[in-house]
C-alpha cells in the first residue's frame, strides 16, 4: 500500500529528514487559519500520480487565493480520486531538485540506493541516467556517499544528500518497507535540503508487525472509502464478463437481472448513491464517484463490457460527460473493456448534443457505443462480451 504524502513526512521526520512547515486541512474555509506564513504550495492528498499535471498542486500567495485553490483541489478528481484532506506547505528556495530512492532489486536480491537530478529523469533515456548503488551485506554511510558522488553532488551537498539517504535506508529497514522515495529533494544556495515530496510504499506482509504501519494503512483506507463517495462494489461473481456501472442499488440489481435473463455473465456491479452521508454530492463529485467506479470495474482483466446507466438531471450528466472528455484526453480511457451507456433523465439527450462540434467529434471518437433503450443496451452488452 501506498502512504500518502504527508504520512510519507511524518516518517521522514521520525529519522530527522528535513520536510517543510505544513498543516493539513479537511475544509476550504480552514484556510483562514493556517499558522503558516505566504507564500504557500497547496497539494491534493491522493494517492493517484500526476497530481501537478492533472491540477492538483497549486502556488497560492495569499489567503483568498488559497481558498480559491482549495475549492478547487477538492473538487478535482485525480484518476478517479477525490482528496478528503489537503497538505499546505510553506515554499522553500530550491536552487536543485534531486531524486532519492531506496528500493529492492529483486533480480539482484540486494536492496539499492537510486539518484539522479530530477531533470535527468524527464524523457527518453531517462533510466540510463538513473544512478544506482547496490547494497552488498551490511549498510555502510560509505554507500550514501558513493551515491552522492555519482550523482556529481560537490561541497556541503555530498555531506547533506548522503546523510538524507542514509536516514532513509534506515527507515527502509526498520519498518520493512517496500520502498522509499523522494521526489523531490530541494537544494538551497547554502547546500542544505529538504523533502519537498514523499512517497512510501508499505509492505503488506509488514503491517503486522509494525502497530504504527497498521493505523497509517487504515487512515488511507478511510480516507479512500470517504473519497469513493458511497460508491462500492456489491456484487461480484467469477467467471463474469459484464461490468455494470450505474447511480442506485436499484438499477443495479435490474440491470443484474436482466443480464442473467438474457444469458449474459455479470461480473460485479459499482452503484453510485446521490449522497454520502448526510451530504449531497455536487455534480462534479457524483462524476469523479463514476470515473472511480469506471476505473475499478477497468482493472479486472476478465472484465470484457462495462454497460453505463446513468438516471440523474443534465446538469449531472453533463458533468459525467466532461469526465469521460477528460479521461480521453488524459488516455485513461482504452478501448478495452468496450463500453455500453445509457444516459436517462430530463432532456438527457442535451448532455452530448449541446456540445461543441469539436467535444462531439471528441465523444464520437470514445470506444462507448451510446444506446437510448434499456433492453437494447443489455443486448448490446451482451453480444460484445
Known amino acids: 500500500m501506498d502512504l500518502l504524502e504527508y504520512q510519507a513526512k511524518e516518517l521522514f521526520r521520525e529519522v530527522g529528514i528535513p520536510v517543510p512547515p505544513s498543516q493539513y486541512i479537511n475544509d476550504p474555509r480552514q484556510m483562514r487559519q493556517l499558522a503558516l506564513s505566504y507564500p504557500l504550495v497547496l497539494k491534493s492528498q491522493v494517492r493517484a500520480v500526476g497530481r501537478a499535471r492533472a491540477g492538483g498542486i497549486h502556488f497560492v500567495e495569499n489567503t483568498i487565493d488559497a481558498i480559491a485553490a482549495a475549492r478547487a483541489i477538492f473538487s478535482l478528481p485525480i484518476r478517479g480520486q477525490f482528496p478528503r484532506l489537503l497538505l499546505a506547505e510553506a515554499r522553500y528556495p530550491v536552487q536543485q531538485e534531486l531524486f532519492l530512492a531506496v528500493a529492492i532489486d529483486y533480480r539482484l536480491q540486494r536492496p539499492v540506493l537510486l539518484g539522479a537530478a530530477a531533470q535527468d529523469l524527464k524523457g527518453k533515456g531517462a533510466s540510463k541516467r538513473l544512478k544506482k548503488v ?46 522509499v522515495e523522494i521526489n523531490p529533494l530541494g537544494l538551497n544556495e547554502g547546500g542544505e535540503i529538504m523533502a519537498l515530496d514523499g512517497k512510501i510504499t508499505v509492505n503488506d506482509e509488514a503491517i503486522a508487525r509494525h502497530p504504527e504501519l497498521l493505523a497509517l494503512a487504515e487512515a488511507v483506507q478511510e480516507t479512500e472509502e470517504k473519497a469513493a463517495a458511497a460508491g462500492s462494489l456489491h456484487w461480484f461473481e467469477k467467471g463474469g464478463k459484464i461490468g455494470i456501472l450505474c447511480n442506485s442499488l436499484g438499477a443495479g440489481m435490474v440491470l443484474w437481472d436482466l443480464l442473467q435473463q438474457h444469458k449474459g455473465k455479470p461480473a460485479g456491479c459499482w452503484a453510485i448513491g446521490a449522497a454520502t452521508g448526510d451530504r449531497v454530492l455536487d455534480p462534479r463529485e457524483f462524476a469523479g464517484a463514476i470515473a472511480t467506479g469506471l476505473m475499478q470495474l477497468q482493472e479486472n482483466p476478465k472484465i470484457e463490457v462495462i454497460l453505463i446507466d446513468l438516471l440523474a438531471s443534465t446538469v449531472f450528466l453533463d458533468a459525467f460527460v466532461d469526465r469521460l472528455l477528460e479521461l480521453h484526453s488524459s488516455n485513461e480511457l482504452g478501448a478495452r473493456p468496450r463500453l455500453v451507456a445509457r444516459l436517462v433523465g430530463e432532456n438527457a439527450a442535451s448532455a452530448i448534443a449541446k456540445r461543441s462540434r469539436n467535444d462531439i467529434a471528441r465523444l464520437e471518437s470514445l470506444p462507448i457505443i451510446w444506446e437510448e433503450d434499456l433492453d437494447e443496451a443489455v443486448a448490446r452488452a451482451i453480444s460484445l462480451s
Not at 552488498?136 to 558522488?149: C, E, T
Open 134 to 179: 547496490t547494497i552488498d551485506g551490511d549498510f555502510s554511510p560509505f554507500y550514501a556517499r558513493r551515491l552522492a558522488l555519482a550523482m556529481g553532488l560537490q561541497k556541503e551537498a555530498i555531506a547533506a544528500v548522503s546523510g538524507a539517504i542514509a536516514k532513509m535506508y534506515y527507515l527502509w529497514e526498520s519498518k520493512d518497507l517496500d520502498c
